[in-house]
């Protein structure tokens, strides 16, 4: 098989229909809670940019996008524990209701390390959304508003998740098969 189309063989977590039903559930939800207000919503680079550009048109309510980059897990699945700030908010956010979109919830370091952040710019409100939960994985202690699924401790790629900046662009959530050649 070709490196462009390895994926086809992990097998598929949630489906893309799967993904977008949860999603648009999500979206109804939030447009209760923020009924007749605003939102900034504010994506975690890379890995949410696809969930966010699907959550944000599943609202209604009026809302704006800013992006914040954090250090990742750079080319493995380990996390080296420290979280670092790439790339700060663009736009104020002070008195704002803002939703934080993040791809999975998993040590809770990065979150942990944003809200705290965030909070000293004095928000509103701050919630979090996160597509994916792996509520075993969990060093801080940190929940999310809105999770789209709680999974088990897997690596996942697809729907904005890598393995080393790959299978970003793959359509469905995906499991990494522990043997995968380029793993360790
Ligand atoms: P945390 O700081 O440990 O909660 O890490 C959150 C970040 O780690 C996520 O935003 C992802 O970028 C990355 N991550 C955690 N688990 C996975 C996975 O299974 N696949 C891809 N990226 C993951």
């Known amino acids: 098989m070709s490196p462009s189309n390895i994926h086809k063989d992990f097998p598929i977590l949630f489906s893309e229909q799967q993904i977008a039903e949860r999603t648009a559930e999500i979206g109804r939800q939030i447009d209760a809670d923020y009924a007749g207000k605003s939102v900034v919503l504010v994506g975690v680079l ?14 209604t309510v009026d809302c704006t996008f800013d992006f914040v980059a954090v250090s990742s897990y750079g080319k493995g699945q380990k996390t080296s524990g420290a ?16 939703i934080v979109v993040e791809d999975i919830l998993d040590t809770g ?7 705290n952040l ?21 060093l801080e202690k940190i929940e999310a508003d ?26 469905d959530i995906r499991l990494m098969p522990p043997d995968y050649p380029e793993m360790h």
Do not use: W
């Open 46 to 59: 890379k890995g949410a940019a696809i969930f966010l550009a699907d959550l944000a048109r599943s609202i």
């Open 83 to 98: 979280v670092k700030l790439i790339k700060d908010l663009d736009l104020p956010i002070e008195g704002k209701n803002i």
């Open 109 to 115: 370091l990065t979150l942990c390390f944003l809200r």
């Open 118 to 138: 965030f909070e000293q710019h004095r928000p509103r409100s701050l919630r979090v959304a996160a597509l994916l939960d792996k509520p075993s994985r969990r």
């Open 146 to 171: 809105y999770v789209g699924f709680k999974i088990p401790n897997h690596f996942v790629v697809g729907y904005g998740m890598d393995y080393a900046e790959r299978f970003r662009n793959v359509r």
